[in-house]
């Protein structure tokens, strides 16, 4: 891989990740206005299950590049 397609997959993994967390939220925020009585729990259960797997496939994207660096000579 050339050095500059790693560079734009890294940039691109960034901003897919930056959207997937916005939408974690308005899915959270949604959610927890369906039931104003009891939004912070609702809020929270729902962003926090949502973040954890966007995290992994972030954690995971970063390993597969790393993986796939070119080297500098």
């Excluded at 959610?31 to 992994?56: E, G, H, M, R, V």
Aim: proline share 5%; with cysteine; glycine share 6%.
């Amino acid at each position: 891989m050339s050095e500059y397609k790693f560079f734009l997959f890294q940039k691109l993994l960034v901003v897919g990740l930056n959207c997937l967390v916005l939408v974690a939220l308005f899915i959270a925020m949604y959610q927890a206005s369906l039931d104003p009585d009891n939004f912070n729990p609702i809020f929270f259960k729902t962003l926090f299950s949502l973040l954890i797997p966007t995290f992994l496939f972030g954690f995971v994207g970063k390993r597969f590049l790393g993986k796939r660096r070119p080297t500098l000579a």
